[in-house]
């Protein structure tokens, strides 16, 4: 049979193809491809990519024709710059397998459990410090826990505080450099551009950060010379020196796994190798954990309703006592709300795949070598899927999802190359939220309403918020409307 004609998108524009589009409007375009077809031809410059529509197809994509699509094209091209060869980019095949079976025990529920009572003290800690009714960068404070939580777990207790600053600033101007290496023509962001320079001086910055990290880290674990840029610091000394990591004490870190691997064949894993996965790690833990935390405030804000349900389950859980680790499997509901948050805002909204042969997807012929794109925000908002999908409904994951659901639900991947960490995000995001909530029960938006910002992740545009102790957040704003009414009833009295 021949092969059904690819549509494709309209507005293309010469040299550039959709990339306007993508810079100017890239969710509402990725939305409207929908309704040209399941596969849509679109440019990226000169060179034309797939976009799958149909979760369906996305699935013979990630699942069951996985060895036809390998993990590359332009946005994995983009990461590679600075994740290197870590699990997230690294090309599929044997090193690939090796690598995730290596990492693998570090996100299991074991040892995940021993860093999860220190992870919430950190985080205990930090959102206690902030003050009451003051306007706060909301997306500045859920990155700034969300890498506080994360770098606890990863290099243990005692990281020097100056890396975390350093982390915090350098990680957002490196994923915006990102996004743009992936939208422009690659002999632009190959140019001695001023824009091209810093993304690439940011890298080695954050290189240089993850070095120091590491040697912190090893020094700690009694590892030997670590400072040797060519291999890992030397294994075999860990248990004479007295190794918490061999020995079993608490203040093990998840890092701790990597840096004491000592593969039969080659030996201790390279700096390099230590280097790629370690900013692959934190990458994916900042940016998709802080950005889902700050709109899920978002949406408990605008949805009082949402936001008493939460503090009745923390409550009953909890008492009048702080969060403790053994509680979160409880926490359902705060469960169901951050999956719901994930659904309606990525949290990534483009991902590539290169066909390695040409192959037929959906009845549209895809040529070898091709980009084929999914998008797990245009299939998370599917309205054949989600009845409704602009309309936030924790609700929709009570119970057990069913198989439509499960297969659009894209927000940790699918098939082989899903998120390796994924038990260990659903820890950090509800110790922070169900924290947050503990101390701060009530939110009030200090900014204009966020839009939806395609970066890397889909970010919030701007916000701000101020958190209160006491009353919710329905109370307060009953309250500050009577307190709007009244002075506008004493300024009419006065004027009269």
Not at 391 to 399: A, I, Q
Request: net charge negative; hydrophobic share 40%.
């Amino acid at each position: 049979m021949s092969p059904t004609p690819t549509p494709v998108a309209p507005g293309a524009l010469p040299l550039i193809g959709h990339g306007l589009q993508l810079k100017q409007r890239p969710l509402e375009f990725m939305n409207s491809l929908r309704e040209h077809g399941q596969v849509v031809r679109i440019q990226l410059a000169r060179t034309p990519a797939y976009v799958v529509t149909d979760p369906a197809l996305t699935k013979e994509v990630l699942v069951t024709d996985v060895t036809s699509f390998a993990k590359g094209g332009r946005i994995i091209d983009a990461l590679k710059v600075f994740f290197g060869d870590g699990l997230a980019t690294v090309a599929d095949g044997d090193t690939h397998m090796k690598n995730r079976r290596l990492m693998q025990p570090m996100f299991n529920k074991a040892h995940i459990a021993t860093r999860g009572d220190t992870m919430i003290e950190q985080v205990r800690e930090i959102v206690e410090g902030w003050a009451e009714g003051e306007s706060r960068d909301t997306l500045a404070d859920m990155t700034e826990l969300t890498l506080a939580a994360f770098l606890t777990a990863l290099f243990g207790a005692d990281l020097p505080a100056h890396l975390q600053r350093d982390f915090i600033a350098l990680m957002p101007p490196i994923m915006q450099g990102t996004i743009r290496q992936t939208i422009l023509p690659g002999w632009v962001t190959r140019l001695p551009l001023p824009a091209n320079r810093a993304h690439a001086q940011r890298v080695a910055q954050l290189r240089e950060l993850i070095d120091q990290a590491i040697d912190h880290r090893a020094a700690a674990l009694g590892l030997g010379d670590a400072s040797d840029s060519g291999s890992a610091p030397d294994v075999g000394s860990a248990a004479a020196a007295g190794c918490p990591h061999a020995a079993g004490q608490a203040d093990t870190g998840l890092f701790d796994t990597l840096l004491t691997a000592d593969d039969p064949d080659t030996g201790p894993l390279p700096r390099r190798q230590l280097q790629d996965e370690a900013i692959t790690l934190l990458t994916g833990a900042i940016e998709t954990t802080s950005t889902t935390l700050a709109w899920a405030l978002v949406e408990i804000e605008k949805n009082p309703e949402v936001g008493r349900r939460m503090l009745e389950e923390l409550e009953t859980v909890c008492a009048d006592r702080p969060l403790r680790y053994e509680d979160l499997d409880e926490l359902t509901y705060v469960r169901a709300v951050l999956q719901e948050s994930m659904r309606m805002y990525g949290p990534a909204w483009l991902v590539t795949r290169t066909a390695t042969r040409t192959v037929s997807l959906g009845g549209h012929s895809i040529p070898e070598g091709a980009d084929v794109i999914y998008s797990p925000y245009l299939h998370q908002h599917d309205p054949s899927v989600f009845p409704e999908p602009e309309r936030f409904d924790p609700d929709r994951w009570s119970g057990r999802p069913d198989a439509a659901t499960r297969g659009a639900f894209l927000a940790f991947g699918a098939g082989r190359r899903n998120c390796v960490g994924e038990a260990f995000a659903w820890t950090e995001l509800l110790i922070i939220l169900a924290t947050v909530r503990q101390i701060w029960p009530r939110l009030a938006l200090t900014s204009t309403a966020p839009k939806p910002q395609a970066l890397v992740t889909v970010k919030p545009d701007g916000l701000s918020m101020a958190l209160y102790r006491g009353a919710d957040s329905a109370d307060s704003r009953g309250k500050e409307t009577e307190k709007e009414s009244g002075s506008a009833e004493a300024g009419v009295i006065h004027r009269l």
